[in-house]
């Protein structure tokens, strides 16, 4: 169980790779630290939690740099303190320092070695772009600051890492010189340079104000910026939408209402259909009934015994304001009322225009 769980921790400790496998009070050489190919990253014997001592053992470390250090666990008591203001923890992390003055060996990329300079505000690359740390700057292991002007000599360090892209490795070249902020060390005249604008013939990213030299050798937009979109896109992209919406509703509406039409031309064809046969019905009638009439001791008597229940008139008047009164506000039940002018009782007229009427 012991030995699974050192194995988890020294192959944990061997892929992490930026600390060796000898464990606090085991023996260690200090000439194996260095810095790793590539990475530049500094690297000894020693586990993550310890350093290579001047007596070639291991021993735990005297400070850290970061707010959460690598190697261990979170709230452990073994974690050291971070340095005061006015001292570093080197590399090594065995314990701090104070800050080295200019020209005291420092070392790479550490310019938070270096003692800052009366006019560090001035001085001080507010960028994030790593220029220097409050105007100090380590440039080839040695401490200056970040001051010199234009036209000036300046000092120029340039470091090829390895890195990493879909088609593989490259090298990326970091080159960083002790100009002012906004200006620049040229690498073959060695002179600080005034930062290039957007669209400046370039060779180096350091040379653009936006920090991005593009391929076709002119300096492009900061490449850090986010893309903003301006106001009529948003204004397009909002029409577009209710648009669409609206597009949508105003489409459905029309399919919609000649479909509608579409049945409501049914529906009167088959009304008329209807009516006509109730006309050719009617007529049928009329006729059969002319001709019965028209036999001869029928006809007035037929007549009168429909009138007298009425108000005794027997004139053709009669009925005509009654067949109105039921057609009244339609001209379907006029319709009817015109043509179906027979001598059968209102009732059954009346009746019928209702049932038409509920069609519709
Ligand atoms: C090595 O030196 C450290 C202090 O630098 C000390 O704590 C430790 O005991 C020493 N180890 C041996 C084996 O002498
Ligand atoms: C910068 O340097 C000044 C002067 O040494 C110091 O007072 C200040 O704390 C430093 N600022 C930072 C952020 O290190
Ligand atoms: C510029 O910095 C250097 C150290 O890098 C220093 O010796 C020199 O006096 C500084 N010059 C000015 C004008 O501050």
Redesign the pocket.
Known sequence: MRSVATTLLLLHLHLSANAGSVNK?QPCSQGDNRLQAGTYQFWSDCNSQTYC???N?C?ARGCRRDDFPFGYAQGSDHIPDKCERGQFCPDEMDACQTLLSVGSACQLNRDDQCEAPDNFKELADTTGRGLNVNGSVCLNNVCMWANVTVGLSCVVENIGYTAYEAEGEFINIVSRGNCRVGLYCDSQQRVCMQNKVLGEACTADKECDSWNCMSNGACGVDASIPHHFSPWVYAVVALGIIGGMFGTLIGLFVVHRKQRDEEREKRVQYWREQNTFHQNLLQMRESARASILSLPGHGNSARSTVYSTRDGANSDDTHTPILQHAAKGSGLRNYIGDDGSSEYDEGSIVQSSRKTDGRF
Request: a neutral charge; proline letters at 0%.
């Open positions: 009070g001592a001047a007596n053992t021993v």
